[in-house]
Protein backbone atom coordinates (compact mmCIF):
# COMPACT_ATOMS: atom_id res chain seq x y z
CA UNK A 1 0.00 0.00 0.00
CA UNK A 2 1.00 3.67 -0.95
CA UNK A 3 0.92 5.92 1.34
CA UNK A 4 0.07 9.36 0.35
CA UNK A 5 1.81 12.36 1.83
CA UNK A 6 -0.34 15.90 2.29
CA UNK A 7 -0.98 18.57 -0.64
CA UNK A 8 2.34 20.83 -0.11
CA UNK A 9 0.72 24.12 -2.44
CA UNK A 10 -2.39 24.67 -0.50
CA UNK A 11 -2.56 28.58 -0.03
CA UNK A 12 -1.68 30.11 3.43
CA UNK A 13 -4.82 31.57 5.80
CA UNK A 14 -3.80 35.20 4.93
CA UNK A 15 -3.65 34.04 1.07
CA UNK A 16 -7.56 32.13 1.76
CA UNK A 17 -8.80 35.58 3.72
CA UNK A 18 -6.92 37.94 1.05
CA UNK A 19 -8.63 36.03 -1.50
CA UNK A 20 -12.11 35.86 -0.11
CA UNK A 21 -11.82 39.37 0.51
CA UNK A 22 -11.17 40.49 -3.02
CA UNK A 23 -13.86 37.73 -4.35
CA UNK A 24 -16.14 39.92 -1.80
CA UNK A 25 -15.24 42.89 -3.90
CA UNK A 26 -16.02 41.31 -7.38
CA UNK A 27 -20.16 41.85 -6.33
CA UNK A 28 -19.84 45.51 -6.04
CA UNK A 29 -21.55 47.69 -9.13
CA UNK A 30 -19.27 50.32 -8.74
CA UNK A 31 -17.84 51.00 -12.34
CA UNK A 32 -14.60 52.26 -10.29
CA UNK A 33 -13.69 50.70 -7.52
CA UNK A 34 -14.99 47.22 -6.29
CA UNK A 35 -13.62 46.92 -2.47
CA UNK A 36 -14.10 43.84 -0.53
CA UNK A 37 -13.88 42.86 3.39
CA UNK A 38 -13.41 40.03 5.24
CA UNK A 39 -13.45 39.67 8.78
CA UNK A 40 -12.14 36.79 10.32
CA UNK A 41 -11.87 35.18 14.37
CA UNK A 42 -8.69 34.18 16.08
CA UNK A 43 -9.70 30.45 15.32
CA UNK A 44 -9.99 30.63 11.33
CA UNK A 45 -13.07 31.26 11.25
CA UNK A 46 -15.09 33.70 8.79
CA UNK A 47 -17.57 35.70 10.51
CA UNK A 48 -18.61 38.33 7.94
CA UNK A 49 -17.78 39.61 4.84
CA UNK A 50 -18.78 43.11 2.79
CA UNK A 51 -18.57 44.80 -0.33
CA UNK A 52 -18.71 48.44 -1.49
CA UNK A 53 -22.27 49.00 -2.57
CA UNK A 54 -25.93 50.67 -1.84
CA UNK A 55 -27.92 49.77 1.49
CA UNK A 56 -30.24 46.88 1.36
CA UNK A 57 -33.15 48.02 -0.59
CA UNK A 58 -31.89 50.74 -2.74
CA UNK A 59 -31.94 49.82 -6.18
CA UNK A 60 -28.44 49.83 -8.05
CA UNK A 61 -29.87 51.58 -11.09
CA UNK A 62 -31.97 54.65 -9.19
CA UNK A 63 -28.87 55.90 -7.68
CA UNK A 64 -25.78 57.75 -9.59
CA UNK A 65 -22.11 56.40 -9.15
CA UNK A 66 -20.43 59.39 -10.49
CA UNK A 67 -17.49 60.41 -8.79
CA UNK A 68 -17.97 64.05 -9.42
CA UNK A 69 -20.50 67.06 -9.19
CA UNK A 70 -22.49 67.81 -6.60
CA UNK A 71 -22.65 65.83 -3.76
CA UNK A 72 -26.11 64.19 -3.70
CA UNK A 73 -25.82 63.29 -7.08
CA UNK A 74 -22.38 61.30 -6.80
CA UNK A 75 -21.89 57.73 -5.78
CA UNK A 76 -20.53 59.04 -2.28
CA UNK A 77 -23.69 60.49 -0.87
CA UNK A 78 -24.84 57.00 -0.83
CA UNK A 79 -22.64 54.13 -1.13
CA UNK A 80 -21.51 51.97 1.84
CA UNK A 81 -17.74 50.58 2.20
CA UNK A 82 -16.98 47.29 2.35
CA UNK A 83 -15.78 47.57 5.97
CA UNK A 84 -18.86 49.05 7.00
CA UNK A 85 -21.16 46.44 5.65
CA UNK A 86 -19.13 43.76 7.02
CA UNK A 87 -19.57 45.31 9.95
CA UNK A 88 -22.75 45.22 9.42
CA UNK A 89 -24.09 41.89 8.43
CA UNK A 90 -22.32 40.82 11.15
CA UNK A 91 -24.92 38.98 13.03
CA UNK A 92 -23.57 36.74 15.56
CA UNK A 93 -22.69 38.68 18.61
CA UNK A 94 -19.29 40.75 19.13
CA UNK A 95 -16.36 40.93 16.99
CA UNK A 96 -13.93 41.79 19.71
CA UNK A 97 -10.54 40.75 19.31
CA UNK A 98 -11.11 39.61 15.26
CA UNK A 99 -8.97 40.60 12.24
CA UNK A 100 -10.09 41.82 9.56
CA UNK A 101 -8.80 41.54 5.59
CA UNK A 102 -9.60 44.42 2.98
CA UNK A 103 -8.32 44.91 -0.34
CA UNK A 104 -8.37 48.75 -0.13
CA UNK A 105 -6.95 50.74 3.11
CA UNK A 106 -10.17 52.18 5.49
CA UNK A 107 -11.02 55.84 5.47
CA UNK A 108 -11.38 57.29 8.46
CA UNK A 109 -14.93 56.83 9.05
CA UNK A 110 -14.55 52.92 8.35
CA UNK A 111 -11.93 53.21 11.01
CA UNK A 112 -14.23 54.36 13.23
CA UNK A 113 -16.33 51.98 12.78
CA UNK A 114 -13.56 49.21 12.90
CA UNK A 115 -12.23 50.37 16.39
CA UNK A 116 -15.92 50.56 18.02
CA UNK A 117 -17.04 46.96 16.45
CA UNK A 118 -13.47 46.11 18.67
CA UNK A 119 -11.78 44.43 15.49
CA UNK A 120 -7.89 44.41 16.30
CA UNK A 121 -6.43 44.15 13.24
CA UNK A 122 -6.53 45.10 9.28
CA UNK A 123 -5.05 43.56 6.60
CA UNK A 124 -5.00 45.41 3.34
CA UNK A 125 -3.91 44.79 -0.33
CA UNK A 126 -3.79 48.40 -1.25
CA UNK A 127 -2.62 51.41 -0.03
CA UNK A 128 -3.27 53.76 -2.74
CA UNK A 129 -4.65 57.04 -0.62
CA UNK A 130 -1.55 56.89 1.44
CA UNK A 131 -0.86 60.73 2.43
CA UNK A 132 -4.30 61.92 1.86
CA UNK A 133 -6.20 63.68 4.24
CA UNK A 134 -8.75 60.39 5.22
CA UNK A 135 -5.46 58.02 5.12
CA UNK A 136 -3.77 59.75 7.55
CA UNK A 137 -6.59 60.32 9.93
CA UNK A 138 -7.28 56.70 9.39
CA UNK A 139 -4.22 55.85 10.69
CA UNK A 140 -4.38 58.42 13.71
CA UNK A 141 -7.49 56.67 14.72
CA UNK A 142 -5.73 52.81 14.65
CA UNK A 143 -2.63 54.21 16.41
CA UNK A 144 -5.03 55.93 19.21
CA UNK A 145 -6.73 53.03 19.81
CA UNK A 146 -4.19 50.12 19.33
CA UNK A 147 -5.47 48.61 15.98
CA UNK A 148 -2.57 47.04 14.49
CA UNK A 149 -2.24 47.47 10.55
CA UNK A 150 -0.38 45.41 8.25
CA UNK A 151 -0.04 45.26 4.66
CA UNK A 152 -0.78 42.21 3.10
CA UNK A 153 2.18 40.00 1.97
CA UNK A 154 1.71 38.96 -1.68
CA UNK A 155 2.73 35.52 -2.26
CA UNK A 156 2.84 35.92 -6.28
CA UNK A 157 0.13 33.33 -6.52
CA UNK A 158 -2.25 33.66 -8.89
CA UNK A 159 -5.66 31.21 -8.75
CA UNK A 160 -8.05 30.38 -11.25
CA UNK A 161 -11.30 29.38 -10.48
CA UNK A 162 -13.98 27.95 -12.84
CA UNK A 163 -17.53 29.20 -11.64
Known amino acids: MIRMEKRKDYISWDEYFMGVAKMSGLRSKDPNTQVGCCIVSGDHKILSMGYNGLPAGCSDDEFPWDREGDFEKTKYAYVAHSELNAILNYRGGSLEG ?11 ECAKAIIQAGIREVIYADDKYDGTPSNIAAKKLFDSAGVVYTPYAKSGKVLNIEI
Open 98 to 108: TRLYVSLFPCN
